[in-house]
Every structure is written in structure tokens, then in C-alpha cells.
């Protein structure tokens, strides 16, 4: 009967134990996407066929022509999206490759959730190597190289290292510019997952 009654008391803490803390290792390990609002159009200028906000247009001509000096050709695979173009990117191409929600979710943030829309996310290709755009062998490319060296001077740092706090796929092509504060500004919410 002793027995039987310790046996019931260990079972009864376990279960305790596994529901209180058995939530917290599932959520620790989905991926954590942030609201971010959307930049009106009239903040946006082209570079080619990309939009990126006014306040870093300078900044990524400039980082692109000092690239091109070192024989690295950097090119814009996608920059500013609004809220319909995120809608595609997340829907559409879940159900082209076929892929569940929390699969999507690593590699893609739901609409409003996405740093695209602030205009300064920029997702960088090699134009070399065009065919390693959105693939983790871009880290073998000439550009990320010279990301990895220089992209600090211009204001730019890598939103989604290997690692990350925020659970999500390493992405080696996608950088962010903070050179000014209002830039800043719009990924303090980011920074408890950078930088602490």
C-alpha cells in the first residue's frame, strides 16, 4: 500500500512538473515573429526594381558602388513589401512547396510581421552567383563575404544569424539597416533577441 501511494506521489509530481513546464520547451522552440508597421509609399525609392526606404537609398547605392570598386556585384533580390506582397510570399508559397504552417513560419513571417515592411530589410544576392539567392550557400558567395566585413560601416547588420534567439531559419542574404536613429526606431523591439 506504501508503496502503491509513492508510486502515485512520484506519477502526481511528474505530471505536475510536465504541465507546468511542458508549454515553455514547445514555445521556446517556435519561431518568434514581430510586428512591424508598414511604411507609407511616398517614404520608399527605387534602386532598379527595389523599393527600400528613402532614408538608406544613399547608403545602399553607395555600399553597392564600393562593392562593385573590389570586383563584388551586389545585387537586390527583394527589399519593401507591403502587406499584400508578404500575403503572397507567406500563402502562396506554402502551399507551392507544400509546407506546413510552422515550417512556413521559419522561413517566412504572416503579413505585418515582416521586416520588409519598413523599407530598410534588404534580402542581398550576389549577381555572380544569382542562382545562391535564398539559399544558405550564399555564405559562399564574394557578397556575403564582403557583407560579413563591411556591411557594419554602411549601417547594416544580419537580422537572422546562425543561432538566433528568434528561432528562425538562418538567413544570410537578409540585412537590416540601423545607421540613423529612426531606423533604428523600428527594431527596438528586436533587440531583448539580439542582443541579450
Known amino acids: 500500500m506504501l508503496i502503491v501511494q509513492s508510486a502515485n506521489s512520484l506519477i502526481g509530481v511528474c505530471?505536475?512538473?510536465?504541465?507546468?513546464?511542458?508549454?515553455?520547451?514547445?514555445?521556446?522552440?517556435?519561431?518568434?515573429?514581430?510586428?512591424?508597421?508598414i511604411e507609407p509609399a511616398d517614404s520608399l525609392c527605387y534602386i532598379?526594381?527595389?523599393?527600400?526606404?528613402?532614408?538608406?537609398?544613399?547608403?545602399?547605392?553607395?555600399?553597392?558602388?564600393?562593392?562593385?570598386?573590389?570586383n563584388v556585384y551586389i545585387g537586390i533580390r527583394s527589399?519593401?513589401?507591403?502587406?499584400?506582397?508578404?500575403?503572397?510570399?507567406?500563402?502562396y508559397l506554402s502551399?507551392?512547396?507544400?509546407?506546413t504552417m510552422e515550417q512556413r513560419l521559419k522561413h517566412t513571417a504572416p503579413p505585418k510581421f515582416s521586416e520588409h515592411h519598413?523599407?530598410?530589410a534588404i534580402d542581398f544576392m550576389d549577381l555572380?552567383?544569382?542562382k545562391l539567392s535564398y539559399s544558405i550557400s550564399f555564405e559562399?558567395?564574394?557578397?556575403?563575404?564582403?557583407l560579413q566585413k563591411n556591411a557594419c560601416k554602411y549601417g547594416f547588420v544580419m537580422s537572422f544569424p546562425k543561432n538566433n534567439k528568434?528561432?528562425?531559419?538562418?538567413?544570410?542574404?537578409?540585412?537590416?539597416?540601423?545607421?540613423?536613429?529612426?531606423?533604428?526606431?523600428?527594431?527596438?523591439?528586436?533587440?531583448?533577441?539580439?542582443?541579450?
Open 166 to 196: 528568434q528561432n528562425l531559419q538562418y538567413e544570410p542574404w537578409h540585412w537590416r539597416y540601423e545607421g540613423n536613429e529612426y531606423a533604428r526606431s523600428k527594431f527596438e523591439q528586436s533587440y531583448k533577441y539580439r542582443y541579450q
Open 140 to 146: 559562399q558567395t564574394p557578397t556575403f563575404k564582403w
Open 48 to 70: 532598379d526594381k527595389a523599393r527600400v526606404h528613402k532614408q538608406c537609398c544613399e547608403i545602399v547605392k553607395k555600399m553597392i558602388a564600393d562593392a562593385k570598386k573590389e
Open 118 to 120: 519598413t523599407g530598410f
Open 79 to 91: 527589399a519593401y513589401r507591403d502587406s499584400a506582397e508578404q500575403a503572397y510570399q507567406f500563402y
Open 15 to 37: 505530471l505536475f512538473f510536465a504541465i507546468m513546464y511542458f508549454p515553455i520547451v514547445i514555445f521556446a522552440q517556435s519561431p518568434i515573429h514581430l510586428p512591424y508597421t
Open 95 to 99: 502551399d507551392l512547396y507544400k509546407q
Open 128 to 130: 555572380q552567383y544569382p
